[in-house]
């Protein structure tokens, strides 16, 4: 039908065509002479009519009826939760890995130093990058990626903040507080699969042990630093190979040492060279591992990051007590690093201190904003709690806020959590295993091919890329959740989240 429409345009092409005499046979092709040759006959002009109709039906419905034939022929996404798989040896059901190298910056993919992730992300997929949630901090971000909820919602609004409803302070590397469940709002992935009747394993991702509701993973290792990656590895395929009736199907795993070497060091230095050259060793021994078991089309395989990471080597410092003089001593708590939340003593007149330092921010030609609730930029999604500080200061790139007596100190040569939007505050998302394949083959097939010219984007300025690989355009972390409840069936027991509804069917 699409040949026969284009050639109906070209005489002579049309008059060689086997297929135009086969669609347009007899009477057909009479008529169609009529229309090449503009023969002047009145009973020809209506044939003509008739045919320039069906020519322009074909358009209208031909193309989608062709998109739709080819999406039947779409290889099709298996997300059957009860059905069992055999990897030749044992039964499987569906299993998902996610594994969080923190402070794993999107472009460190771009350095030369990661083949393993590169080649894993061509056999499957990759992000242009992941945009975190803001504040690009661990806490909020490990705790976006399991519930898909932004910072306002899912209450870890820093690393460490003041809540006033509890009159208490969260600190991380607290385990009064980290470990208190009723900090932590929504729903991680691991309690939804655990509702579900799946088993679960937790290997030191940030979070409680146990949800406010009381559910726990079945499997747990609690956070502990420097542990050897290969400790985590065979952590991991010990779960794997566990008889079926006992192994978990969600793995989660996190891995802290790129973000220590790029606060240490920053992220252009030789330490963080080292240590991306050895995560990408670790992500490739997993890899070998699940494909040395003959797994790689039955788990799917979910590598991300928190946040970047940014130079802060040579900062230009914004004092605080310098901008609010008097003000300064009215502080009763300070959240937050890089950025600053200020709550005043209830006495002081904080709309005086706030219209002093918004004047400073005006002056300071973009060092630093300043913002309130109600002058917090949206797309932040930081302003419904009543964790966040009334007043937040968030420098730019390049800034520290900080005030004469801390005077940068605890200050790195890599810092993090400055706005989302930033490239280098940007993530990692690399995704191998049945999904994968599927959303690859689908975006490579001949619908894709039939589209790319309309919708293709070039990849220039990120990572460099070949015709078998596919990158899709950069999403917010907070979609994570929804992917991982799809990979493991369990869509009907999903919590809400801030994630977009549907943003994954459109890849199958
Ligand atoms: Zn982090």
Known sequence: MKDAQGRSLSPDESDTSDERKGLLAEEGEDDLDSVLHQTPNRRRRRCCSVVLIALILGAVFGLPMLYVG???????????????????????????LIV???????????????????????????????????????FP????????????SHGIV?????????????????????????????????ETAENAGLLTANLMWPGPPVTSRGVESTYFVPWKDKVPLKEKHDQIMEWIDLPLEKRPQLIMAYEPSLDQAGHLAGPKSDL?????????????????????????????????????????????????????????????????????????????????????????????????????????PTRFHFS???????????????????????????????????????????????????????????????????????????NKGWHSTSNDTYVMDTFQNVEVYNLMVKLLGIEDYAASTNGTAGFWDKFF
């Open 141 to 152: 971000n490990h705790w976006a990626l399991m519930t898909g909820l932004y910072a306002e």
């Open 70 to 96: 080819l999406k039947t022929s779409r290889p099709v996404a298996d997300f059957d939760n009860q059905k069992l798989r055999s990897n030749g040896t044992h039964q499987f059901k569906k299993t998902a």
């Open 272 to 376: 963080v060279d080292r240590v991306l050259k050895q995560v990408d060793v670790f992500a490739k021994d997993i890899h070998d591992s699940l494909e040395a078991r003959n797994l790689t089309d039955i788990i799917d395989v979910v590598f991300v990051s928190d946040h970047g990471m940014t130079d802060t080597s040579h900062p230009e410092f914004i004092y605080i007590d310098d901008v609010l003089g008097d003000g300064f001593d009215e502080l009763e708590h300070v959240d937050g690093w890089p950025a600053m939340g200020l709550r005043f003593s209830p006495k002081a007149d904080s709309a005086h201190y706030l219209n002093i330092l918004s004047e400073a921010a005006a002056a300071s030609g973009g060092k630093f904003d300043v913002f309130t609730h109600e002058t917090m």
């Open 100 to 138: 969080s190298i923190d402070g794993l910056r999107a472009d460190y993919l771009d350095r030369g130093l990661t083949p393993h992730l590169l080649a894993i992300s061509k056999k499957g997929l990759r992000a242009k990058s992941m945009r975190p949630v803001f504040p690009t901090l661990t």
């Open 384 to 458: 419904g709690n009543s964790r966040i500080a009334p007043i937040y200061i968030v420098p730019r790139i390049g800034y520290v806020v900080t005030d004469h007596v801390e005077n940068g100190t605890g200050l790195n040569k890599g810092s993090h959590g400055y706005d989302n939007a930033q490239a280098s505050m940007h993530a990692m998302f690399v995704a191998h295993g049945p999904f994968s394949s599927v959303v690859k083959a689908i975006q490579q097939s001949d619908e894709s091919r039939l589209f790319k010219r309309l919708l293709s984007r070039p």
């Open 158 to 190: 820093a690393n460490n903040f003041w809540d006033p409803q509890s009159r208490s302070e969260f600190h991380y590397n607290r385990v009064e507080s980290c470990w208190n469940s009723s900090w932590w709002f929504g729903e991680p992935m691991w």
